[in-house]
């Protein structure tokens, strides 16, 4: 299961840009894995499927090594905070974090965005971004393109493709430093994430194959329906929790 989840998220993580990890965490709840397990299962993943998809996506020409460095860099930073953010939180306050992002991010993506040229932003600003999504995002269990990718397209005016780019190329940096922060406060099973990253590896080529197919607005529009789709099993849980 462990192996078959990887390649689904790996594919996710190509086509969608992002980390994995609002996938991967909600499933392995559904397995039986407590959050603050799955997290840490879930930025290691994140690290094996960031590192190749950036790549590949370099190759490509889709990945350009200017701003996302900075934003990188800011959420390497703020990544470092992530293990002191988990173990201080308790597992309520993690999801009704982790709800709260997704519906941003979802209400973002729905602003229809008229065609406009790219906007040039200071790095300074670039890096307080990358700065305060690497500490929310890490410390649950998301890599950061579920902020990133909304910001690139909406405020700035990315290409939805070359912002998707980005946003996994944000995942490295973010996932890295989470990882060592979540590793010092013993909230990763390596085995686990060993096992789903190692797998995550092949759906990540599958899934770059495919956002290559695909126009920039069927591509958002894919985005949109997968965020909706996680916000309300994970909106679904948390009112199961309550009640139960």
Excluded: C
Aim: charged share 10%; hydrophobic share 55%.
């Amino acid at each position: 299961m462990l192996i078959f989840l990887g390649v689904l998220v790996g594919a996710l993580s190509g086509f969608f840009g992002v980390g994995g990890g609002f996938v991967l965490v909600p499933l392995l709840l559904m397995m039986g894995f407590d959050i603050k397990t799955a997290i840490g299962i879930s930025v290691m993943q994140m690290l094996f499927s960031s590192i190749f998809g950036s790549y590949l996506n370099y190759k490509k020409g889709s990945l350009k090594l200017d701003s996302s460095i900075i934003v990188g860099f800011g959420g390497a930073l703020g990544a470092l905070a992530s293990g002191f953010v988990v173990s201080f939180l308790s597992e309520m306050v993690l999801q009704i974090l982790f709800i709260t992002l997704v519906g941003l991010a979802i209400a973002q993506m729905m602003r229809p965005i008229a065609a406009k040229q790219q906007r040039s932003v200071h790095p300074i600003w670039l890096f307080i971004v990358g700065l305060f999504t690497g500490v929310f995002a890490i410390s649950l269990g998301v890599g950061g393109t579920l902020l990133i990718v909304p910001i690139l397209v909406g405020f700035l005016h990315y290409p939805i493709k070359k912002a998707v780019s980005a946003g996994l190329f944000f995942v490295v940096f973010s996932s890295l430093s989470g990882f060592m922060s979540l590793s010092l406060y013993g909230h990763i099973d390596y085995m686990s994430g060993l096992i789903v990253g190692v797998s995550s590896l092949f759906g990540v080529a599958l899934g770059i194959k495919l956002k290559d197919k695909v126009s920039d607005k069927d591509h958002k529009r894919y985005i949109l329906m997968l965020y909706i789709a996680i916000f309300s099993y994970m909106l679904y849980q948390f009112i199961q929790r309550i009640f139960s």
